[in-house]
């Protein structure tokens, strides 16, 4: 079922709908998934922050009177609707989220699970833009702004816009397995059907938001020279500063420290690699700045939840890594 939480960004219902049709009508499994759009408002007519009608199956309350069992719940909200939420719609999926198998929501429908206190104490994610505001607004939620999407335990959040797409595709391979996934992926022509673990937005692209010219300097010599040592102490080196300093750029410029910068520059350079798929897993770990191919492997299950052969097979585009 998609509760969709008036003004709804369109694709955050649209995309995860298309989804689970496509795999009724593609994986000969007709009956997997029967796929229900609720509208909390008084009527079936569910406004759209594009302007574009949807027109659900029911209202809430006719739900309500229902009470049918609910396997997966997604909840869509648009950034019209986070702060004038129903408390009744609220109050709704508090009491019947015990019963529900999973728990979901798109974007910035998180603060709808927020506010009705299911991601007290969870890690959650939601657009990049507006997880300080998620943070700030409710402070029991452990926000992480970079994935796509999060799982902990039965509850599900992905951040904005076409991520919804990637988390009802793992949802898919859930129920049905990986090969189910991508065969609905392929169908949908998406370049690749990304794991949670993959970031918002890219490293590079972060780091063109520096507003240092030395800072932003900095991170291009970073990515061009992964396989050597990368040590905060080479990096104050390469600016003449000091460690404290360059430290507090950091933190500044990206919210982050050096160290972990650079991990995400290596992870997405191996990603990257691993995608293309010319190359040996011993070659991209080495170009890549790590010591082995173990390591490379720990630091992919570590933050993407997978190997990176499982990584290959999923996304290269010739053939996995020897």
């Given at each position: 079922?998609?509760?969709?939480?008036?003004?709804?960004?369109?694709?955050?219902?649209?995309?995860p709908?298309?989804v689970?049709?496509f795999?009724?009508r593609?994986?000969?499994?007709?009956?997997?998934?029967?796929?229900?759009?609720v509208?909390?408002n008084?009527d079936?007519?569910?406004?759209?922050?594009?302007?574009i009608?949807?027109?659900?199956h029911?209202?809430?309350?006719?739900?309500?009177?229902?009470d049918e069992?609910?396997d997966?719940?997604?909840?869509?909200?648009?950034?019209?609707?986070?702060d004038?939420?129903?408390?009744?719609a609220?109050?709704?999926?508090?009491t019947?989220?015990p019963?529900?198998?999973?728990?979901?929501?798109?974007?910035?429908?998180?603060?709808?699970?927020?506010?009705?206190?299911?991601?007290d104490?969870?890690?959650?994610?939601?657009?990049?833009?507006?997880?300080a505001?998620?943070?700030?607004r409710?402070?029991?939620v452990?926000?992480d702004?970079t994935?796509?999407?999060?799982?902990?335990?039965n509850?599900?959040?992905?951040?904005?816009?076409s991520?919804?797409?990637?988390?009802?595709?793992?949802l898919?391979?859930e129920?049905?397995?990986?090969?189910?996934?991508?065969?609905?992926?392929?169908?949908l022509v998406?370049?690749?059907?990304?794991?949670?673990?993959q970031a918002q937005?890219?490293v590079?692209?972060?780091?063109?938001?520096?507003?240092?010219?030395?800072?932003d300097?900095?991170c291009?010599w970073?990515?061009?020279?992964?396989?050597?040592?990368?040590?905060?102490?080479?990096?104050?080196?390469?600016?003449?500063?000091?460690?404290?300093t360059?430290?507090r750029?950091?933190?500044?410029?990206f919210?982050t420290t050096?160290?972990?910068?650079?991990?995400?520059?290596?992870?997405?350079?191996?990603?990257?690699?691993?995608?293309?798929g010319?190359?040996?897993?011993?070659?991209?770990?080495?170009?890549?700045?790590?010591?082995?191919?173990?390591?490379?492997?720990k630091?992919f299950?570590?933050?993407?939840?997978v190997?990176p052969?499982?990584?290959?097979?999923?996304?290269?585009r010739?053939s996995?890594?020897?």
């Amino acid at each position: 079922m998609i509760l969709g939480l008036p003004p709804v960004d369109a694709l955050d219902v649209i995309g995860p709908a298309e989804v689970f049709s496509f795999a009724n009508r593609l994986l000969d499994e007709p009956a997997a998934y029967a796929v229900e759009l609720v509208c909390s408002n008084a009527d079936v007519y569910l406004e759209s922050e594009a302007g574009i009608g949807l027109r659900g199956h029911k209202t809430l309350e006719q739900e309500r009177r229902a009470d049918e069992p609910i396997d997966t719940l997604i909840v869509a909200s648009g950034l019209r609707s986070i702060d004038r939420l129903d408390p009744a719609a609220i109050e709704w999926i508090r009491t019947k989220s015990p019963s529900v198998r999973r728990v979901c929501s798109i974007c910035v429908g998180a603060f709808a699970l927020a506010d009705a206190g299911l991601l007290d104490g969870r890690r959650a994610t939601t657009h990049w833009r507006m997880a300080a505001q998620l943070a700030e607004r409710y402070p029991k939620v452990v926000v992480d702004p970079t994935p796509i999407w999060v799982k902990d335990g039965n509850l599900y959040t992905s951040a904005g816009i076409s991520s919804g797409i990637d988390l009802a595709l793992a949802l898919v391979a859930e129920d049905l397995g990986d090969n189910a996934a991508l065969e609905i992926a392929k169908n949908l022509v998406l370049f690749l059907r990304r794991p949670g673990g993959q970031a918002q937005f890219s490293v590079a692209l972060r780091s063109q938001r520096a507003s240092s010219s030395s800072l932003d300097e900095l991170c291009l010599w970073i990515g061009e020279h992964l396989h050597t040592d990368l040590t905060v102490e080479i990096l104050a080196d390469r600016l003449s500063i000091s460690i404290r300093t360059v430290i507090r750029m950091f933190q500044r410029e990206f919210k982050t420290t050096p160290a972990k910068y650079v991990e995400d520059v290596r992870l997405e350079a191996a990603c990257q690699a691993l995608e293309l798929g010319r190359s040996s897993a011993e070659e991209i770990a080495r170009r890549c700045g790590y010591h082995s191919v173990d390591v490379l492997r720990k630091a992919f299950t570590r933050r993407l939840g997978v190997s990176p052969t499982e990584y290959a097979r999923r996304f290269a585009r010739n053939s996995e890594p020897g």
